[in-house]
């Protein structure tokens, strides 16, 4: 009976240690498409009242001029409105308190994101703004570089200039 518990417990430390590597292996990260930025525009900017920017001809301008960036666990630390939950339980519970849960996230969207990373599935690029005197703000896809450094991934931004 022992010898059994074991080899489940090491056949559930290969398995865990088989879905890291897929998910360090991700490499699936896309520019969103333009439909998708012009709504993160009307949700993030206008929707919240934010006005980074003065039109959403100006904020489309500043994606197409971005540079993707991949950030590490010291440069996050730089950026801020970022949640940095540290399990799926945490973040689910972040989200269950956004005012578009659960019609557009919910369990099922967040699940889908971690099979998204384990599987490369194509991911789009979170967007971080980086302002004038270069503070840096999460602007969209918090919850992708959540789920990314939670699976050991050094998440890839849209890095673009307010």
Known sequence: MKNLKLLIEQLETLTNKKILLEA??????????????KQEYQCEDVG????????????????????ITTITNDMDSQ??????????????DLISSYRSYPEFRNEKTLKAIYDGFKTN????LPIVIQFKN???RVFSGNTRMDVAFQ???NPKVLLIKA
């Open 24 to 37: 360090m292996n991700f490499s699936n990260w896309s520019i969103p498409a333009v439909s998708q930025l």
């Open 48 to 67: 919240k009242g934010n006005r980074f920017f003065k039109s959403e001809e100006i904020f489309l301008k500043a994606c197409e001029e971005g540079k």
């Open 79 to 92: 950026i801020g409105y970022r949640s940095r939950t540290s399990s799926y339980e945490d973040l689910h």
């Open 121 to 124: 599935k194509p991911m789009d």
């Open 134 to 136: 270069g503070n840096k």
């Open 151 to 153: 699976l050991g991934i």
